[in-house]
C-alpha cells in the first residue's frame, strides 16, 4: 500500500467515533470508555435519535464533541444557536455544531415542511446562526434580515450573555459542486460524508473548496477538514467477518440513495444505482449489501486490520483532514478500536 499522503504528520489529526446506537443512560459511561481509548472526539447523527442530546450527556468525558450532522433545514437558527451555545459552555469549548441539509423526501414527507432552494437556505441559516452568536457574545445589534430567515429581537429575558469559551464553530456537510463551495465561502468547517472516494474527494470536491475560499477571500487553515470514512476493522476473522457486512450493508443502503449517485457517477457505477434503489422500494433493505462488490468496498470504505486500516485512511484523507470521523457500521472491540485510534495518532501525531 502507498504511504500516507504527506501532510498528515505535519497537521496532527484528531480522531472521532460516533455514539451513534449507545443507548442514553449508557453515554456518559461510553464517553469515559472511549476517551480511555484515546478516542479524541464523539459525534452523533440524526437518525432515531436526535442529535444535541446525547452529546450533552457525553460532556463530562472531557471528549470534543460534534454533531455530524444535525439536519439543519427543518430547525430555526435561534434554536440551533441556543442547543449550540449550552453545549459549547457545557463541554468548556468543545463542541461543534455540524450541519446538513438532508434531502427532498426527508424534508418534505418526514419533517412535512417545504424544500426549495437548499444551498441559499443552508448559507442564510448559517449567516443568521453567526449573527446570533455575535449579538450574545459581543453585544451586536439582533438585526438579521433575510430571504428565509428574520432576526431582528433579542431582549435580555432572552440573551445568555458572552460565553466564555466563545461561539463554538459551523461545519457544513457537502457533497455536490454549489453546496461544497457555499460551505468553503462562509462555513467554519466541511464535513465529508463518509460515502466517499479518494478520487470523488480530489477530483469533485476539492477544486469547489478552493474556488469558495477564493470567492470569501479565505485561506484552506480557516477552514476545518473533517473526513468521514466507513470503516471495517477486525483483529480476528469473526471480527472482520462482521466488520464486511456492516459496510457492505452502509454501502448498500447509501448507494440506493440517488443524491449519492454523483460519487458512483464518477467511479463508474452510476448505472448500478437504480438496482439499489429498487431494492429500497420493495422494502428489501437485508438484500442492499449483496449487490455491493469487492471493488467498491474497496474504493467507497476502509476494510482490514488496525494498521490496514489507519495506513489506508490517511492515504484518502491526510493530505487534508484535521479530523478523521469512523463510521463504523459493525462496533469492534474496544482493543481493536484503542488500536486503529493509536496507530492513526502514530501516522500522525494527536494535536494538543
Given at each position: 500500500?502507498?504511504p500516507?499522503?504527506?501532510?498528515?504528520?505535519?497537521?496532527?489529526?484528531?480522531?472521532d467515533?460516533?455514539?451513534?446506537?449507545?443507548?442514553?443512560?449508557q453515554v456518559?459511561?461510553?464517553?469515559?470508555e472511549?476517551?480511555?481509548?484515546?478516542?479524541d472526539?464523539?459525534?452523533?447523527?440524526?437518525g432515531?435519535?436526535?442529535?444535541?442530546?446525547?452529546?450533552?450527556l457525553?460532556?463530562?468525558?472531557?471528549?470534543?464533541?460534534?454533531?455530524?450532522?444535525?439536519?439543519?433545514?427543518?430547525?430555526?437558527?435561534?434554536?440551533?444557536?441556543?442547543?449550540?451555545w449550552?453545549?459549547?459552555?457545557?463541554?468548556?469549548?468543545?463542541?461543534?455544531?455540524?450541519l446538513?441539509?438532508?434531502?427532498?423526501?426527508?424534508?418534505?414527507?418526514?419533517?412535512?415542511?417545504?424544500?426549495?432552494?437548499?444551498?441559499e437556505?443552508?448559507?442564510?441559516?448559517?449567516?443568521?446562526?453567526?449573527?446570533?452568536?455575535?449579538?450574545?457574545?459581543d453585544?451586536?445589534?439582533?438585526?438579521?434580515?433575510?430571504?428565509?430567515?428574520?432576526?431582528?429581537?433579542m431582549?435580555?429575558?432572552?440573551?445568555?450573555?458572552?460565553?466564555?469559551?466563545?461561539p463554538?464553530?459551523?461545519?457544513?456537510?457537502?457533497?455536490?459542486?454549489?453546496?461544497?463551495r457555499?460551505?468553503?465561502?462562509?462555513?467554519?468547517?466541511?464535513l465529508?460524508l463518509p460515502?466517499?472516494?479518494?478520487r470523488?474527494?480530489?477530483?469533485?470536491?476539492?477544486?469547489?473548496?478552493?474556488?469558495?475560499?477564493?470567492?470569501?477571500?479565505?485561506?484552506?487553515?480557516?477552514?476545518e477538514?473533517?473526513?468521514?470514512?466507513i470503516?471495517?476493522?477486525?483483529?480476528?476473522?469473526?471480527?472482520?467477518?462482521?466488520?464486511?457486512?456492516?459496510?457492505?450493508?452502509l454501502?448498500?443502503?447509501?448507494?440506493?440513495t440517488?443524491?449519492?449517485?454523483?460519487?458512483?457517477?464518477?467511479?463508474?457505477w452510476?448505472?448500478?444505482?437504480?438496482?439499489?434503489?429498487?431494492?429500497?422500494?420493495?422494502?428489501?433493505?437485508?438484500?442492499l449489501g449483496?449487490?455491493?462488490?469487492?471493488?467498491?468496498?474497496g474504493?467507497?470504505?476502509?476494510?482490514?486490520?488496525?494498521?490496514?486500516?489507519?495506513?489506508a485512511?490517511?492515504?484518502?484523507?491526510?493530505?487534508?483532514?484535521?479530523?478523521?470521523?469512523?463510521?463504523?457500521?459493525?462496533?469492534?472491540?474496544?482493543?481493536?478500536?484503542?488500536?486503529?485510534?493509536?496507530?492513526?495518532?502514530?501516522?500522525?501525531p494527536?494535536?494538543?
Amino acid at each position: 500500500m502507498a504511504p500516507p499522503a504527506p501532510g498528515w504528520e505535519r497537521q496532527g489529526v484528531r480522531v472521532d467515533v460516533t455514539i451513534v446506537g449507545v443507548p442514553l443512560a449508557q453515554v456518559p459511561g461510553r464517553a469515559a470508555e472511549l476517551a480511555a481509548l484515546g478516542v479524541d472526539g464523539v459525534f452523533t447523527a440524526e437518525g432515531a435519535h436526535e442529535a444535541f442530546f446525547p452529546l450533552a450527556l457525553a460532556a463530562s468525558s472531557g471528549l470534543e464533541l460534534m454533531t455530524n450532522a444535525a439536519i439543519a433545514l427543518p430547525r430555526n437558527p435561534m434554536h440551533l444557536a441556543q442547543a449550540a451555545w449550552d453545549l459549547q459552555e457545557l463541554s468548556g469549548g468543545r463542541f461543534r455544531l455540524g450541519l446538513a441539509s438532508q434531502i427532498r423526501a426527508h424534508i418534505e414527507r418526514r419533517f412535512g415542511l417545504t424544500w426549495s432552494e437548499p444551498v441559499e437556505r443552508l448559507r442564510e441559516l448559517v449567516l443568521a446562526t453567526k449573527a446570533v452568536f455575535a449579538t450574545w457574545q459581543d453585544s451586536q445589534p439582533m438585526d438579521f434580515e433575510g430571504r428565509f430567515y428574520r432576526h431582528t429581537l433579542m431582549t435580555p429575558m432572552f440573551d445568555p450573555g458572552p460565553n466564555p469559551f466563545g461561539p463554538p464553530p459551523v461545519l457544513l456537510g457537502a457533497l455536490g459542486p454549489k453546496m461544497t463551495r457555499m460551505t468553503a465561502e462562509v462555513a467554519d468547517g466541511l464535513l465529508v460524508l463518509p460515502f466517499s472516494t479518494a478520487r470523488f474527494l480530489a477530483e469533485a470536491m476539492m477544486p469547489e473548496v478552493d474556488a469558495g475560499l477564493a470567492a470569501a477571500g479565505r485561506s484552506r487553515s480557516d477552514l476545518e477538514m473533517v473526513c468521514g470514512v466507513i470503516v471495517g476493522v477486525g483483529s480476528d476473522e469473526a471480527e472482520l467477518a462482521r466488520a464486511d457486512a456492516g459496510v457492505r450493508g452502509l454501502l448498500g443502503f447509501y448507494s440506493s440513495t440517488p443524491a449519492y449517485r454523483p460519487v458512483l457517477e464518477l467511479e463508474g457505477w452510476g448505472e448500478r444505482q437504480p438496482e439499489f434503489r429498487a431494492r429500497t422500494r420493495a422494502g428489501d433493505w437485508a438484500a442492499l449489501g449483496s449487490l455491493v462488490t469487492d471493488e467498491m468496498v474497496g474504493a467507497l470504505a476502509v476494510t482490514g486490520d488496525p494498521a490496514t486500516c489507519a495506513r489506508a485512511i490517511a492515504t484518502r484523507c491526510g493530505q487534508l483532514a484535521d479530523r478523521v470521523a469512523l463510521f463504523l457500521p459493525a462496533a469492534p472491540s474496544d482493543q481493536t478500536l484503542a488500536e486503529l485510534v493509536a496507530e492513526l495518532h502514530r501516522l500522525g501525531p494527536a494535536a494538543g
